[in-house]
C-alpha cells in the first residue's frame, strides 16, 4: 500500500483555514444572491465566450452612452460587471482551494480505508483463529463493513465478506 499522505494537517491549521473560510462567507453573505436549482437552470449563463462579448459590450456602453437605450439601467450593468469580475476571481481561488481539500481528502480517505481493511482482515482471521478479545472486535467491525449487507440470520458461510 502507496502512502502519498502521510503528513499530520495540524488542529490549529484546520480551526485556521475553518475561522478564514467562515470569516470570508460572512463578509460575502450581504451580497451573495442565492438561487434555487430552477433559477439556476433558467438564468442565461456566462462562459469564456461571453465574458468576452460582454466585456466589449461594457466597454461600448460606457464609451457611447448616446446608444445606450434609455430602459438600460447602467449602474446596474456597472455593479454586474464589476462584480462579476471580482466573483469570477474568488471562484477560481476557492476552486484550487476546493481541488486542494478534495484530493488531499480523498487520499488520505483512500489510505484510511485501505489500512482499516488490513486491520479487519487480520482481526477477520484471528477470530477464525479463536484468539482472545478478536471475536467482539471482528462482529463489531462486520455491522460496519460496507460491504454486502446480511439479512436477519444469515451466518458467515451463507455470506462472507
Known sequence: MEDKHSLLIPANIVSQVQSLVNQAKSLLLPYVTPLTPAERHTLPKMGEKTLSFVEK????????????????DMAAFNTDFADVHNLLMLNNATLQLHEYTDDT?????????????????????????????????????RKRFPGTRRKPGETDAENSD
Do not use: W
Open 57 to 72: 459590450a461594457h466597454e461600448y456602453a460606457v464609451q457611447n452612452p448616446n446608444l445606450c437605450p434609455p430602459y438600460l
Open 105 to 141: 481528502a480523498m487520499t488520505s480517505g483512500s489510505e484510511a480505508y485501505q489500512a482499516a481493511l488490513i486491520f479487519y482482515n487480520s482481526v477477520k482471521m484471528a477470530a477464525r483463529q479463536d484468539v482472545p478479545g478478536a471475536k467482539a472486535v471482528y462482529e463489531e467491525l
